[in-house]
């Protein structure tokens, strides 16, 4: 059974903020700050937008392009985010009734720091290939926090994007995926606490590269491919600069990773990166493209994918649904003020 792929769709909120606006306010170079982190922008949701509605908005660009899929034949939804609006009520049952994808079905949200979209990706392959579902959805989506003058504050964005997983039409093959996993505290948020904290010392090592080093190599070692294997890479992006370093460590190039490589222009999407990452090489993949990803979520661990483009995907219907270079246009920038109100960082009293 080739299980992967069958459709893709994202979203990402129009709305911008430059890191120099939001340096301004706290009397640093943010400009400076944005070049460090190489991010340029970052993404802003609407004051009526959250993970549900991110999730929702990808799970029918998904369905858009797929016209012959019966949302009634999706045996499962998983929501994978640190942001869920909800501690307790799923975000996945309103997506699932959204879609028109209820009763008959399995749903659950997932948290694994930024890497729950891809963990949920894991479990609807598993799901497929085990013949307990016909289809499955993955998502990742976040509306993620920075505390008010924090760093985070410069890279934290929003958005998502929504995989049905099945072997029917697959539009690209899964032919392998893994994790490496390990206890490490390099970011974190208590119950009840609108803001993470961060471990500094920990969070480029041991903690990022060495997952995706880690989860990389296990993978190339387990399909027997070398970086040269690849057209397409892309691996966590919390921000502009981290993914390229650990790209380089492990032999891919510029042009491999470039496609991909979303947040200088939109931010940290958290558990949304990668899926909004490999959304971007979708668009413009050909049959026969392969495709390496690696996700990394704090706490920590790594997900690992060795992806084939198939022959579906030439009558896939792409032009159903907006691409990533149609959602990035028609920006709109905002000021500190309105970022700060949208975000719940200042509200009105009664």
């Known amino acids: 059974m080739n299980v992967g792929i069958v459709s893709y769709g994202a979203y990402v909120p129009r709305y911008r903020i430059l890191p120099e606006e939001i340096g301004e306010v706290w009397g640093v170079d943010g400009k400076a700050i944005g070049r460090?982190?190489?991010?340029?922008?970052k993404s802003v949701p609407n004051p009526d937008e959250d993970t549900v509605t991110i999730s929702t908005e990808a799970a029918r660009n998904m369905l858009a392009r797929v016209p012959f899929v019966n949302p009634k034949d999706i045996g499962a939804i998983y929501v994978g985010s640190e942001s869920h609006p909800y501690a307790v009520k799923p975000t996945s049952t309103i997506v699932a009734e959204a879609i028109g994808a209820t009763p008959a079905m399995m749903a659950a949200d997932l948290e694994f720091a930024c890497k729950a979209g891809t963990a949920a990706m894991q479990i609807c392959i598993g799901m497929v290939s085990s013949g307990m579902i016909r289809y499955g959805i993955a998502i990742g989506a976040d509306t993620s926090h920075?505390?008010?003058?924090?760093?985070?504050?410069?890279?934290?964005?929003a958005g998502g994007a929504a995989y049905l997983i099945g072997s029917?039409?697959?539009?690209?093959?899964?032919?392998?995926?893994?994790?490496?996993?390990?206890?490490?505290p390099d970011f974190w948020r208590r119950e009840g606490q609108p803001y993470p904290k961060h471990g500094g010392r920990f969070t480029g090592e041991p903690a990022y590269f060495r997952h995706i080093v880690s989860a990389a190599k296990m993978m190339m070692d387990a399909v027997n491919t070398g970086p040269d294997d690849y057209e397409y890479a892309i691996f966590h992006q919390p921000n502009g600069k981290f993914p390229v370093k650990v790209a380089t460590q492990l032999g891919f190039t510029q042009e491999q990773i470039e496609v991909g490589l979303l947040t200088p222009n939109i931010g940290n999407t958290y558990s949304g990166a990668v899926p909004l990452g490999l959304s971007a090489i979708l668009d413009v993949a050909k049959a026969g493209d392969r495709i390496f990803v690696t996700s990394y979520g704090s706490g920590a661990g790594s997900d690992a994918f060795d992806i084939t483009v198939t022959n579906e995907i030439k009558s896939y219907r792409r032009e159903n649904a907006l691409t990533m270079n149609t959602i990035l246009e028609n920006l709109v920038y905002i000021n500190y003020a309105t970022y700060a109100k949208y975000k719940g960082k200042i509200v009105m009293q009664e």
């Open 146 to 157: 920075g505390a008010p003058g924090d760093a985070l504050e410069y890279s934290a964005s």
């Open 168 to 184: 029917e039409k697959v539009i690209a093959n899964i032919n392998d995926t893994l994790s490496f996993t390990t206890d490490t």
């Open 36 to 41: 460090n982190l190489h991010i340029h922008q």
